[in-house]
């Protein structure tokens, strides 16, 4: 998210980290109504309109929250109300940016406990175990399944020993997918998470599992490119051959033996 959105989202992301600090665990709850207004927001696009018109007054807005989150915790319509005020380049860019504040509040209250770190590798763990199972990976990513179908299967892959803060993440991901595949979703949430203990996520692919020595040279090498602490989340597919595909963020190096060879086939086709 760019541009004026962009800048709306962090103004309120600013704001509302000291109120997630005070928060502690209580942050889960916070986050949990702020999913609700996501889904309300997903499933209305005549509010949608309504919260971003730049032609009606921000009290206006505000005042039209008040009335619609009835009943949600303060700290939650304060929220909302600030964001109906700011500006949004797209009125889908008002609920992108309360799914992101939702999963900050979610990742502060494991924050709070000491749990962050367990989170962000339990999500990772998650997707790395649908790598293996591809009926999996299709249910959970399909929106002609009911989500509570979904939503069960989730909790069945994790049975019941991941962090609440996973779980509920895991959950609420497949949930609502907003257009998503599940194993994105998953991917972002591990970033989001390792945004917040100060790393960037590079997801690694290989064909068969690297050394340690290979992951701490991958590691260094991304490090002095970013300047910034890396953690190498490594997924392993045979369907690659050989060679390696990072990616951090929006940034893939792919130099597969697939990929180069789709590379060699391009150019004699031109």
Not at 91 to 106: H, I, P, Y
Not at 124 to 129: E, H, K, N, P
């Amino acid at each position: 998210m760019r541009g004026t959105s962009g800048a709306s989202l962090e103004q309120a992301r600013e704001l509302f980290e000291p109120i997630l600090r005070d928060a502690g665990a209580e942050a889960l709850e916070l986050g949990r109504q702020l999913y609700t207004v996501v889904g309300a927001l997903d499933g209305s696009a005549t509010l949608r309109r309504s919260l971003t018109d730049p032609s009606r007054s921000g009290e206006d807005k505000a005042a039209l929250v008040a009335g619609v989150l009835g009943g949600f915790d303060g700290r939650v319509v304060d929220l909302v109300s600030g964001l109906a005020r700011s500006r949004w380049s797209e009125a889908v860019d008002l609920a992108n940016a309360l799914e992101r504040l939702a999963v900050d509040a979610v990742l502060a209250s494991a924050e709070s406990r000491g749990a962050l770190e367990t989170v962000e590798d339990e999500l990772f763990t998650l997707g790395r175990g649908l790598d293996g199972s591809r009926e999996a990976r299709q249910a959970l990513s399909d929106d002609s399944v009911a989500p509570d179908r979904r939503v069960a299967l989730v909790a069945e892959v994790l049975h019941g020993t991941a962090d609440e803060a996973t779980a509920f993440l895991a959950e609420q991901g497949t949930r609502a997918l907003r257009g998503r595949r599940y194993p994105q979703v998953l991917r972002w949430l591990g970033e989001v998470a390792a945004e917040r203990r100060g790393r960037l996520v590079a997801s690694v692919t290989a064909a068969v599992p690297l050394t340690t020595e290979q992951q701490e040279r991958i590691s260094a090498a991304l490090e002095s490119a970013y300047g910034r602490a890396v953690q190498i989340n490594v997924s392993i597919d045979p369907e690659v051959l050989g060679g390696l595909r990072v990616q951090v963020g929006a940034d893939v190096i792919d130099s597969t033996i697939v990929a180069r060879l789709a590379d060699a086939r391009r150019r004699l086709a031109g």
